[in-house]
Structures are given as C-alpha cells and as structure tokens.
C-alpha cells in the first residue's frame, strides 16, 4: 500500500509522540475543574457519589463519616471504627508535610467518589474563591432541601448567598524556597477559609464533614503545582521519604511524599494553573481605627517548646487581638540589641517568623466568619499614611487553635499556661523590610471577614476580644530546619 507524503509525515509525527510519551497517551490525565464551569452531568455524580457515602455506617471505608475521620474526629467518634487509632486522626498542619499529606488525601477519596458515583471519568472539582468567594449555587441549599453538598453549619450569610469570603493573597506563590511557600500558603488562603466558612470547616476534628473541604483543598493542591510549574522545587531526602499510611479501596498503602511531587505523577492536573500573584489591597481603609501600643519587650524568651525550631529572638508582654485593627510597635533598639537584623541577613536560608506564644481562643472568636491578617510595616510610614511599605506577616483563625493537643502530626505546642502557640512564617520580602528598618516597627493585626456584594463587611466584630495573647515573638530558624 502506498502513501502520500503527507499522511507519511503525520505517520511519523504521531510514532514520535508516542515513543516519546507512552505514559501520557495510554492514560489521558483527569482533569480537576472549578465547580462553576461543571457540567450538569458532573455535578450530578459528584452529589450522586457524596449521597451514597453518607448512607452508609462510618466504619465502612466508603463512608462519608469514615473518611471524614482520616483528617479529623472527635476522640468519642472513633468508637466501632476498625484500626482508628492507625488511619484517623492523621492530617498534617503546621509542617512541611501539610500539601503532600493533603494531596494523597484528596487521591484517596476522588478513588471512593469514582466507584459510589459510578462516574468513571469523575475528578474532584475545586472552588476558586479568590475569583469569586461566594458559595457556588452547587453546595447551597435547594428548594426540596436534599442536598447533600448542604452543610447547614456554616455561616448561613454565607450559606444563603448573602456574603462571600474576603481578604485572601496569593503572596506564596513568590516565595522562592519550599517552607516559605508552604508556611505562607498554610496561613493565606488555607486557615483564611476555614476561619471565615466557619461550622464544621472551622475546627480540625470536622472540618472534612462538610463538602467544601476537599472542593478547598483541591484549590490549594492547585496553588501548590502553580507553584512548582513556575520552577519551585520541593524538598528533597527526608521530606522525599516521609510516609503517611492510609486505608485505601485497594488495602493499605503507606503513601510517600515524595511520590505526590507534581499532579501528573498522581494521574491528574487542572484546568486552569493561574501562576500570578493578586495585589494585595491597600492597607490605608482597613487601618482607619488603628491604635497603636508600646510592647514592652521581655528580658527572657518564652520558655521552650517553641512552636516549630524558630529560636525567639525578642517577646513580648501580654496583650489582646480585637476586633478592631490594632499595631504593636516594636522599638528599633531592641531589634538591634536582639541582633535579628544580623541573624537574617548573615546566614543563607535563615527564616522567620512572628509566633503567638500561647493564645486563648475568646467565644467571639470561636463563632467563626473571620480570620486574623498580620502585617509589618515601618512605624513613621503607618502613621504618615503611607502603606505601600507595609509587607504581609501571615494569617490564622481559630481553626489553627482547634487541633487537639495529643495529636503529634499538628507539630502543636503550648505555652505557660497551656494554651497552643502559633507561628507565622514571614515572606521574604518581609524579612529583607524587617532586617533593613532602620527605625521602629510596627505589627498589625486586622480582622478580615464576610463581605456583601459590594465589598461592605457584613459583621465587623464590633470591639470584642478575640484572642488573648501570652506574648508576641520574632524568632529566627537556619535553613537546616
């Protein structure tokens, strides 16, 4: 048989594609959609397959409650539940495991979605919040009031379609080093969601029993590989070899982190990989009730443990986080006498970050539909109204003080009195602002929530308390971490 020239060249152009990538031709990789652009179809065995884990008995391994129970569950939960004490309760926070733990989560139960569905090209959607952050009409109510996307214990402005979330960066995506992009990821837009859906996402133990979860944190495995796709690399050694076990439709299966690097090794990708960062708004409008307060820095760090290896270079006297925008100024003096200018610009790889020394969750806090944004800033700039200097410091909600104290893969730690610490890494840029200051500094706390349609907060928190804090840090961590 002969053929022309033609088909000859698209003969061969099709052997060497496929000599070149057998892999990606035998199994064409499932692609992860944003939940609006759905189809019908979609939508209809994403729901199909969430109704039928939820028929069934929380120790069956296809059950909602079940895999629920693998990030979190009450401690009374796990009673009747086959090897709890192995599979549930395993999610990671805080470390540098926190995206690949994650990632073969969400794998895991995509598998269990595709089989109770029985959709064969189905794959999890996520939601894309920081383009729009009102809840998508899928996961709200509907007028028969069967839906098993439905979660009623979230902020029902949100629920009703009456506010949506706010207040959340992708200031990660610049980092250049993998704990900084993950620190920075974990505080904003991660914590920022749960804080603000509040409910059962607002607390570790049942964060996973709402629907919304896995659409979230498929949306921030989707900042992750925006990430490695513009050249950031993961760790590698002990990182790479860390294990997670899970109880998957095959049988166990100790998951390695290093295995669920990028999204193509897993067998999927996304349908939009936006790798740009969104300007963060101008600080100006948030800081018009500023206070400022004068914090007596400590002759002595807090007593160890310290919420991840950072070393406290400076703390601070007690104080309260309110409702209301308030800076603490830290004096250039004691910056220099605690050497952290030296400290970071001295060692290669050196990070910071600001930590929380044991902080107290108020009941204005735990009612949830808000998160904390920290900021520094150079003290003349703040009060001359110029902002452009200003540097975001990281975010938290009270889902970072939800995590039970027993549970060692939080990495979670206590102060003096008891209460869980928290750490906020700091941006490269802001350590270079804080290492390069020559005058006082401030650190700015504001409280970001529900807004309407128009931008307009729906609750401001009037002037509640809503943390109490033992004492503010600036610690310092090398790169050996």
């Not at 035998?26 to 969430?50: M, N, S």
């Not at 080093?177 to 603000?196: C, D, E, K, R, T």
């Not at 107290?360 to 904390?372: C, L, S």
């Not at 975010?395 to 939080?410: C, E, G, Q, T, V």
Request: hydrophobic residues 40%; contains cysteine; charged residues 20%.
């Amino acid at each position: 048989m002969q053929i022309s020239r033609r088909e000859f060249t698209l003969l061969m152009s099709s052997v060497a594609v496929a000599l070149a990538t057998p892999l990606a031709l035998a199994q064409a990789l499932r692609v992860r959609r944003e939940i609006r652009t759905l189809p019908e179809a979609d939508i209809d065995a994403l729901k199909a397959g969430v109704q039928a884990m939820r028929a069934l008995p929380k120790a069956d391994l296809h059950a909602w409650l079940y895999q629920a129970g693998v990030h979190g569950a009450p401690a009374a939960d796990s009673a009747g539940v086959p090897d709890a004490a192995t599979y549930w309760n395993q999610c990671v926070h805080f470390g540098l495991h926190f995206l690949s733990w994650h990632r073969w989560e969400l794998l895991f139960i995509e598998e269990i979605m595709r089989q109770m569905s029985g959709y064969c090209s189905f794959a999890l959607p996520y939601w894309d919040y920081l383009a729009d952050g009102f809840l998508p009409d899928p996961l709200r109510q509907t007028p028969d009031g069967n839906n098993p996307l439905y979660d009623g214990t979230r902020i029902a402005a949100l629920n009703n379609g009456t506010a949506g979330l706010s207040g959340m960066n992708l200031d990660a995506l610049d980092e250049a080093q993998f704990p900084g992009f993950s620190g920075i990821l974990y505080g904003n837009p991660h914590s920022a969601v749960h804080g603000q859906v509040s409910g059962n996402m607002g607390s570790v133990p049942t964060a996973a029993r709402d629907p919304v979860f896995y659409l979230h944190h498929c949306n921030i495995d989707r900042y992750w590989e925006c990430w490695s796709r513009k050249g950031g690399s993961n760790p590698d050694g002990s990182w790479s070899g860390q294990t997670f076990p899970f109880r998957t439709v095959t049988g166990h299966r100790d998951a390695r982190a290093g295995d669920a690097g990028r999204t193509a090794n897993l067998g999927y990708t996304y349908d939009n990989l936006p790798c740009g960062r969104l300007i963060n708004p101008a600080l100006l409008d948030l800081l018009r009730e500023l206070r400022y307060l004068k914090l007596r820095v400590r002759p002595r760090p807090i007593p160890e443990p310290d919420p991840w290896p950072w070393r406290p270079a400076i703390t601070t006297e007690p104080f309260e986080i309110t409702a209301l925008p308030v800076a603490f100024v830290l004096a250039q003096s004691d910056l220099q006498k605690a050497g952290l200018a030296k400290a970071i610009l001295d060692a290669k790889g050196t990070s910071a970050a600001i930590v929380l020394h044991g902080v107290k969750t108020t009941d204005a806090a735990r009612k949830g539909g808000f998160f904390i944004d920290a900021w520094i800033a150079p003290v003349d700039a703040m009060r001359s109204g110029k902002t452009d200097s200003a540097r975001h410091a990281g975010s938290f909600s009270s889902f970072d003080l939800s995590m039970p104290a027993d549970h060692a893969r939080h990495h979670a730690t206590v102060g003096a009195t008891g209460a869980p610490s928290i750490a906020l890494p700091l941006s490269e840029d802001a350590m270079r602002l804080l290492a390069g200051s020559k005058g006082d500094i401030a650190v700015v706390f504001v409280r970001r929530g529900l807004v309407d349609r128009k931008n307009r907060p729906i609750d401001d928190g009037g002037q509640a308390t809503l943390f109490h804090v033992e004492g503010m840090g600036l610690g310092i961590a090398a790169a050996s971490r």
